[in-house]
């Protein structure tokens, strides 16, 4: 019982590292695309510019955390925990967003591993949504400055 349970210790702590070193490096890199094509969060952007930047970050952090879903369905499909990758996929997926609908469930062996993997997630989308929501601030804050000029 105390070896299922360090597998599933250890396994989720390299999946937690995996998830978050990805998301990291997956943030910089969208801040760099975002630079590099010249988004400079100027005051005189227009509305459709910043709908674009807007969109590029969603779109982004949605590509981010896809990646990290199809790891854990990596790991679930490698663990034997998962019949086949679709089943694997579809788990994470519902377990990444803790939506947790019950129709699939794992065996007691990787249970551990599969809640671990939801705290992860909803660490990982608060993350998305603070540095989403610091877009969005500084967005609005230009707003204000070119509205008082």
Known sequence: ??????????MSSLMVAATVT??????LTLLYLLRRHGVRFRAN???????ALIMTVIFGLFAIHTVEIWLYALAYLLLGAAVDFETALYFSTVTF?????????????????????AANGVILFAWSTAFLLSVMARLKTLEHDWLER
């Open 1 to 10: 019982m105390y070896s299922i349970m360090a597998q599933n210790l250890g």
């Open 22 to 27: 990805v998301h990291f490096f997956g943030l």
């Open 45 to 51: 952007e227009s509305v459709l510019g910043q709908g």
């Open 97 to 117: 967003a803790s939506l947790g609908y019950g129709d699939i469930v794992l065996s007691r062996d990787w249970r551990l591993f599969g809640a671990i993997e």
